[in-house]
């Protein structure tokens, strides 16, 4: 038997002359990496994937001149586990305390980030990288989980809700500090569109009609007030966008375009209610457009094999000529984007790329004992399975403390009235009501996930496979829920110490900060 050692040294040779071969045959250098990711959008509302009234010219060239993903996911729909899956390339429910928002990120957890700037890359990142979170230090060094902060230029936006820094010129910053002229990887880390919104920006600044709106999600009310919350948050993902335009154009400058890797993508879904948070497919499915003019072959493909965040780190890392677990990483689940690259084919192109899994633990705060609202699930070409191991739980969180794992908001505010003014309660119990055990979508005819199938007979052989699949992945990967040990999840600590035991606390009283929702999210009482 061959010791770990030399099967380490064996599999290394083969990966360098792999990689060595690929860069000759196509005669490329190590290439350098941008990583764009917008905050809190959901995959239908850029141009490129037929939204007319979100203008992303920046987006929608990276899909003209490289790849539109049509299936990309992340497998967890809220900020920081989210990201912690992609520096990692391991599913939440992998990542301990990470699988949580607001965790202490653990030590054991090395990032792609890190291990490129040990190895002869230049690393930074503009202002939000792994957040929210607590990051430690190892070795008396804080740990940089997506390389250096480059966030001194900035500048006067638009509305007082979009953030002042310049990404842009911070971008170029990180450019002209790389003085050993070193292969780079920059973080481009947006707040945008996140919430909170100027309150009709998109029309009064943005010049946006709340008739260029071709449908309202079925699960929303169709008013001007939810119509406006939509172009408020299109206005905020343009600026986004903007950005994006402005870093191409100086990487054209700097003739560095052609040998840069460009990822652009979001961390989770739109920040509205039943997308951000949840685990449907406004929660979900992530847009996802990937550039490489020396890289990609055919440029211009649309792509449908399923695609998950836990895939980036892989790729980037095979690209990079580095193997992660000899630079410390945990193994990484996620397998390499490589051969969608170098494909001459459109479409379907890996037949084993036919479903990806999703799930949650907690999030916001604002149940008791800081309890979360687990689910797994997954999602295939035709089908999404959920499942609910806490159904006795409210998903959004509890109506006396303001439905906290929902962000405040117009589109918010009007749903919870309606059912305050005894209107339609529908809208209500789809956004914010309890859920059964077991959730089954037909997504190719149901994209809302409104219609659940899952107590339809006709569907149960269906059902039982995808429940079955999903639970032998889960167990594959050592999932603590599958044997036993969810409560893992709950008894990790929620980092943020002013929100430790929010519940308890605000039922007693205590004045606490909710700066995320508004006063009148907050139910008189407990809802039966």
Known sequence: MFSPKFRSICFSGVLYLFLLSSCEKKNIKTPNILFCLADDATFMHLGAYGCDWVNTPGFDRIAREGILFMNAYTPNAKCAPSRAAILTGRNSWQLEEAGNHWPYFPDKFKTYAEVLTENGYHVGHTLKGFAPGVVGEINGKQRELTGKAYNDFKLTPPTEAIADNDYAANFDAFLKDNKNEEPFCFWYGSVE?????????????????????DKVPDFWPDTDSVRSDMLDYAFELEWFDQHLVKMLDILEERGELDNTIIVVTADNGMPFPRAKGQAYEYSNHMPLAIMWPKGISNPGRIVEDFVSFIDFAPTILELAGINGEEKGMQPITGKSLTNIFYSDKAGKINPDRNAVLIGKERHDIGRPNDWGYPIRGIVTEE???????????????????????VDGGATKSFILNMRRQNADMQYWQWNFGKRPQEELYRIA??????????????????????KADLFERLEAEGDPRMFGEGHLFEE????NKSGVNFYERYMRGEDLNWGWVNDTDFEAGPIE
């Open 193 to 213: 569109p996140h919430r909170g919104y100027a309150f009709r920006s998109g029309i009064e600044k943005g010049g946006k009609n709340t008739s260029q709106i």
């Open 383 to 405: 089908y999404i399975y959920l499942h609910n191991f806490e159904p006795n739980r409210w998903p959004a969180g509890n109506p006396e403390t303001g439905y906290l794992n």
């Open 445 to 466: 005819d149901d994209p809302a996930c409104i219609s659940n199938l899952s107590d339809d007979e006709a569907f149960a052989t269906v059902k039982a496979g995808l």
């Open 492 to 495: 990790y600590e929620y980092a």
